[in-house]
């Protein structure tokens, strides 16, 4: 097969993309950070790494969230950190169980504000049943840290029998998506921006641990591997999947998701909602003959009431994601270079 790649780029210095989940992202990870580190934990390049001790396996996490602003309709930094590690540890099969918690605290923070997003993290970890066990907080000079940043941890119980990862997903499979896209990227950015659109656009940051359990319980064996659409959005989970599972993949355009409001927002904006973050969506990669069991089960839940069957894995073509558009035609859905709205989560 011929193939057009772009040239590798090289960089004296770290720019915003190299944080933006797509092909600079990748490259980071791949030319530097992975042959520093390389283990067969790291091999997966999951979201998170499951590790097998004497009487159960775990799965283990950590993450750092930079979100500006760090307030924002449907949530802030604080939830946001919460349902982001936890769902890190749920697309591993793990039941979430603790966390670490550290603040960065830029002087001159409001102390009203930082209440508030204590107070978040408080009621997202009591609502997934998650426990605060460690953490440390730091200050920077004002003007070193817009505010503030988190950094957590997080470790969870895998469930028994189930093997969660993108290597394990083959040709045959069908990709699932459990709601509605762009959502977060898009209410990040009317805040970010002060744009106002007739309806109120908000975030949708949920822990999505209670959707994967359910669709783990009816068909654990079946699910090969959970990836959540975060940085970089739709295209680029399924990039990464494609890549490291070495298979092609096929995508329906005119069945992936979106809020007409969002799209409506995003053709105003001139971004592709395939490629703007999500904070409680999640792909799911299962065998065929368990895709009507589990549609039927995420959508029993509020929060996988749109889950649509979008495509479909191939041997064609390894590490290419192709997308079948309204009309008819087929494109390429490839990395983007940076990031198309930085400091989104």
Same mark, same amino acid.
């Given at each position: ?174 990709? +699932? ?48 591997? +959970? ?119």
């Amino acid at each position: 097969m011929l193939e057009c790649r772009t040239p590798l780029e090289t960089y004296d210095t770290i720019t915003l993309g190299h944080g933006g989940g797509g092909r600079l992202t990748q490259e980071l990870i791949q030319e530097l950070l992975l042959p520093a580190f390389r283990n067969r934990h790291l091999e997966d390049l999951h979201d998170g790494a499951v590790l097998r001790t004497d009487h159960a396996r775990l799965a283990f996490t950590t993450d750092s969230f930079v979100v500006h602003p760090y307030i924002f309709p449907g949530g802030d930094i604080g939830s946001l950190a919460v349902h982001g590690t936890a769902n890190d540890l749920a697309m591993c099969g793990a039941r979430p169980l603790y966390l670490s918690l550290a603040f960065i605290l830029e002087e001159g923070l409001p102390v009203e504000h930082l209440r508030r997003i204590v107070g978040s993290v408080r009621d997202a970890c009591r609502e997934g049943a998650l426990e605060i066990v460690t953490g440390d907080t730091k200050v920077v000079e004002r003007g070193k840290g817009d505010g503030l940043f988190i950094n957590t941890a997080g470790i969870g119980a895998v469930i028994p029998g189930v093997e969660i990862s993108p290597r394990r997903v083959r040709p045959g499979d069908r990709v +699932l998506l459990s709601g509605s896209i762009a959502e977060h990227g898009i209410a990040i950015l009317s805040v970010r921006e002060g744009i106002e659109f007739e309806s109120k656009l908000v975030s949708d940051s949920a822990n999505l641990w209670p959707l994967v359990s359910g669709l783990l319980q009816v068909g654990g064996v079946a699910v090969h591997a +959970l990836r959540d659409a975060t940085r970089g959005g739709v295209a680029s989970v399924a990039n990464e999947i494609a890549r490291t599972a070495g298979v092609g993949m096929v995508l329906e355009e005119a069945q992936v998701p979106v809020r007409e409001e969002v799209r409506g927002a995003c053709e105003i904006l001139g971004l592709d909602p395939l490629y703007v973050a999500n904070e409680g969506v999640f792909l799911a990669f299962v065998a065929p003959e368990a895709v009507e069991t589990a549609l039927e089960t995420l959508r029993r839940h509020p929060l996988g009431q749109s889950a649509r069957l979008i495509g479909e894995v191939t041997p064609d073509h390894p590490g290419v994601v192709r997308l079948r558009t309204r009309y008819g035609a087929t494109r390429v859905v490839d990395l983007l270079s940076g990031e198309q709205l930085p400091r989104i989560c």
